[in-house]
């Protein structure tokens, strides 16, 4: 059994390739200065099926659900991993422990 997706307007994520012409910069080099790159819309991003430019209505959204995607990546680089948190920290400084400064035997 499929799962009808509903509405017209989908959110999906689409595969985009970096922009052949500006090799994912949105600019060109010009001679005097940088200029906006026709071929991706100056995203620097293109359909990784086509090569073509998005509609900038579909593109704006394409950005955003990677940039999301983005951060959340960071979020999760940010945040310590518990094995190796304060807790591991203790664990190895338990086991230099015994025998050195704290032998308290009669
Ligand atoms: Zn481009």
Known sequence: M???HGPAFRAAQLDLDKCPACRGRAVISGVFHELACVQCSASGWVTAETGEALPLEVLVTQLSIRLQAAEQQ???LKRPDPVFGPDAQYNDNNRR????TN????
Request: hydrophobic letters at 20%; aromatic letters at 8%; proline letters at 7%.
């Open 2 to 4: 499929k799962k009808s």
């Open 74 to 76: 960071i979020d999760q």
């Open 97 to 100: 422990g015994p025998g050195a």
């Open 103 to 106: 032998f308290t035997g009669d």
